[in-house]
């Protein structure tokens, strides 16, 4: 049904993220959770994923030796998650920037169980 269509990305930023991030994210209207808001940085990696698996949001991160592995190894395994979203260390105004050109462009679905990099979501210049 189209009704089962999720359209917007959630977001869940792990403690590599500036923990600012995701208030600046909802002050423009979409769902995001730091992982320091919901008291989670001392969880690992893994765990990190599967609690956003959990509550269906997408994972943000600068942690892409960890987590581009982590995706892979998930997809052998046949798990579900809500998506990867990586992106270098960037200035948090561009890391918000492009995060929300990302949830102005590609849907819940169109990101579940597949890992995204923030880089394609940059501004080109002419």
Known sequence: MASDVKLFIAIYT???????????IREQGFDAVS?????????????QLEYAALQGRA??????QDFAPLHEKWQCEGRE???????????IGELLRRTLRLLNQVT???????????????????
Request: no cysteine; charged share 30%.
């Open 14 to 24: 792990d403690e590599d993220v500036h923990a600012q991030l995701a208030a600046k």
């Open 35 to 47: 992982t320091f808001e919901k008291e989670n940085d001392a969880l690992g990696d893994e765990e």
């Open 59 to 64: 994972i943000l991160t600068h942690n892409q």
């Open 81 to 91: 998650h809500a998506g990867v979203i990586l992106s270098p260390r960037i200035p």
């Open 108 to 126: 819940a679905d169109e990101i579940h169980n597949n890992l995204r990099h923030l880089g394609g979501f940059a501004e080109h210049k002419k």
